[in-house]
């Protein structure tokens, strides 16, 4: 399904599939997804919790662990299928060409190191003859970029806000200039004013840099006010994928209608509105959907037999 | 006319010393028994939304000031009153997963309050008032009772928690960010029913979130909180539409709109709000934030000016010749006009037959 494109994707995702192995059976948690990202694209996948969104971010950075396996397709990054790669090899990867900023980053920082302490962590994770100073001048350069002052560096996380601790995530993900960043849930526990500054942050950065960006989200506002490209997932699936102004405009999917079309506006007061579209409508299960392209660049799943 | 819920002068602060933390001042505001009111509180976390909330529902005891139910102390009151109390104000929790025991049916939570408030006779009526609070919210008995919390989805649960509230037969109820652990296709159907239930009942709420959007929804006044400080209180429509204060205008314009084709305005940068204890006898809340910050923001905090009939803002900005202060009393506002879009409700919707 991918579209003829003018350059070469940086990603490309085919028929991606990720399974648990459970007690009382396998649930398939990314059932056959497939999308690519253009160099400096901003792609966003939608979906609720248990939609398969995180976890097909996790399967792309080579981070699903037991009892989760990748059980079908491939991730091919910069021309090289990144699923069939020893461990060693996939951790030489992440952060040098594809970073992740994670969900709720006053967790992921560790909290008894400084935050310098992490810079030279990761630069050296890679190149491990960097000198002190050359770490140093990286750093505030990255820090510069996400501007925070130098003298953060010195600072434990609990000595961050919130705000902080994100924009040290991002300076943390660029810092070997990958050509993907997959931000999930970047800022949901921020506030608004922060969200906003740094989601601005985050794109000024990508910009720089020229990187790609795969943004995870439920909240799609923000995702309207981020991304080129728009996909939805829906139980595991991929159920519509498209430019995010035609998505936006006419959703093709009934779990993409009722998403968009039950969203709260700050236009028009009427709470029954929105209720009535989210009960009306039925949303067919995705299962054995496969996508078709409705329009160009648009996707749409569809029940197989009403297909053709 | 004694109003129902009242809290006057309330203050809560936490710790002492160098640890103290003032997370609500000198706040007034009342819910009327009489004339029913859907009252958004919407702030940022720190802003004293929960707090007020804690603090209304009788579960934390005001550092300063008190809260009264129907004129007597909630927190010296005891026996019939606080059995009244419990009964006629009713809270609705974030988390739809949490007020459920996993081993019971959801039945179980329906069917408790109903012995223990004695409201219902027989098991057949009973049944009945179960069945009648669940369609009150849009849900099927039929699917519901019997069930288990986890056969439920989160919009459901949360349906249900309201319906529990709802056949006790409240005239208040107080929700707590109802909606932010719903998923957003399900989000509406909650919101939804809240709404039904304040003018199919006439039921006051008190509806706390950080999301302006569904406080534009569903709320009829809103009041701003700013690090536990009224920032501006007013008609909803008003106060999102033109919100006057510079933080609810950083606020407003800080929402991320579900369209591509209008993007946030020009890049912002506004420091975040500090981590040290604001010097409250002399600074305006907002003034480390504030791009229109004035030398008198740092030398005293600012009353509430009442800047309409319906709206009053806390900022020097607005301290025009003449104009009225109405101090952290909210109640000024929200009497000084009718604030219900509707008055009456008055369009034969309304279902005068209380549940319980």
């Known amino acids: 399904m991918t579209a003829p494109a003018a350059t070469e994707p940086v990603l490309q995702v085919t ?10 059976g396998t649930v398939r948690a990314v059932n056959g997804v497939s999308f690519d990202i253009q160099p400096g694209e901003r792609l966003g996948l939608a979906g609720e919790s248990g939609s398969g ?10 981070l699903i662990r037991s009892p989760g396996r990748v059980t079908q397709g491939s991730v091919v990054l910069n021309g090289r299928d990144v699923t069939r790669l020893e461990a060693e090899q996939m951790r030489r990867i992440r ?10 980053a006053m967790n992921s920082l560790n909290p008894v190191r400084r935050v310098r302490t992490h810079f030279a962590d ?17 750093m505030v350069e990255l820090l510069g970029m996400v501007d925070l002052g130098e003298e953060v560096a010195d600072l434990y996380p609990l000595e961050l806000s919130g705000g902080m601790k994100q924009r040290v995530c991002i300076a943390l993900s660029i810092c070997l200039q990958p050509r993907v960043i997959i931000a ?51 139980e595991g699936k991929l159920v519509e994928l498209g430019p995010v102004r035609s998505v936006f405009r006419e959703p093709l999917h009934p779990y993409t209608q009722v998403l968009i ?9 009427d709470p029954v509105r929105a209720a009535k579209i989210a009960q009306s409508t039925r949303v067919p299960s995705a299962v054995n959907a496969v996508m078709t392209e409705a329009r160009p660049g648009h996707w749409v799943a569809v029940e197989e037999a009403v297909s053709r | 006319m004694t109003p129902l819920l009242e809290a006057r002068e309330l203050g809560q602060v936490f710790g002492t010393g160098d640890k103290r933390t003032v997370a609500l001042e000198n706040l007034t505001l009342s819910f009327d028994a009489d004339t029913p009111s859907f009252t958004a509180i919407v702030g940022e ?25 129907r004129g007597e102390d909630l927190y010296s009151t005891g026996g019939a009153g606080l059995r009244r109390f419990r009964r006629e104000v009713q809270a609705i929790f974030q988390d739809p997963f949490e007020v459920y025991n ?15 408030f004695g409201l219902a006779p027989s098991r057949t009526q009973a049944r009945d008032l179960m069945e009648r609070s669940l369609r009150a919210v849009g849900l099927e008995p039929k699917e519901t009772l019997g069930r288990y919390p986890h056969q439920l989805s989160g919009g459901q649960r949360q349906r249900l928690t309201v319906a529990r509230a709802l056949l006790i037969g409240p005239r208040l109820i107080i929700a707590d960010e109802p909606v932010s652990m719903i998923d957003a296709s399900l989000r509406a159907t909650v919101l939804e029913s809240l709404r039904r239930l304040h003018e199919d009942f006439d039921i006051s709420f008190v509806y706390i979130t950080h999301d302006l959007t569904t406080a534009y929804q569903v709320s009829d006044n809103v009041i701003v909180l700013y690090r536990g400080r009224v920032a501006e209180v007013g008609d909803v429509e008003q106060v999102i539409k033109q919100p006057e204060h510079p933080y609810t205008q950083l606020l407003v314009g800080s929402i991320p709109i579900a369209d591509p084709d209008r993007p946030w305005a020009e890049d912002i940068n506004v420091p975040e709000a500090g981590e040290r204890e604001l010097d409250r006898e002399h600074a305006c809340a907002f003034a480390d934030r504030c791009p229109q910050v004035m030398p008198r923001c740092t030398q005293s905090p600012p009353p509430l000016y009442r800047t309409h009939d319906n709206r009053a803002v806390s900022c020097f900005l607005y301290d025009r010749d003449g104009e009225e202060t109405v101090e952290g009393d909210v109640r000024k506002i929200f009497r000084s006009s009718d604030l219900r879009p509707d008055p009456a409700g008055g369009d034969g919707r309304r279902n005068q037959t209380d549940p319980a």
Do not use: C, N, W
């Open chain 1, 261 to 269: 079309r039950s969203l709260p506006s700050l236009d028009e007061r």
């Open chain 1, 122 to 138: 990761s630069i050296r994770a890679h190149s491990a003859r960097v000198g002190d100073r050359e770490v140093r001048r990286r």
């Open chain 1, 53 to 62: 969104k995180s976890t097909a971010a996790m399967a792309i950075m080579g």
């Open chain 2, 45 to 69: 976390s720190g802003s004293g939304k929960t707090t007020l909330a804690r603090s209304l529902l009788g579960f934390l005891r005001p550092s300063s000031g008190a809260v009264y139910f």
């Open chain 1, 15 to 24: 028929d991606l599939a990720v399974e648990y192995r459970m007690r009382h």
């Open chain 1, 95 to 104: 952060l040098a060409d594809m970073a992740m900023i994670p969900q709720g």
């Open chain 1, 184 to 234: 999930d849930e970047p800022t949901s526990a921020l506030d608004v004013v922060m969200q906003r500054q740094v989601m601005q942050t985050l794109r000024a950065v990508q910009e720089t840099l020229g990187a790609a960006v795969l943004l995870i989200g439920h909240d799609m506002g923000l995702l309207a006010q981020f991304v080129d490209r728009l996909g939805v997932m829906y």
């Open chain 2, 102 to 116: 996993p081993f019971y049916t959801v039945d179980h939570m329906l069917a408790t309050p109903i012995r223990k």
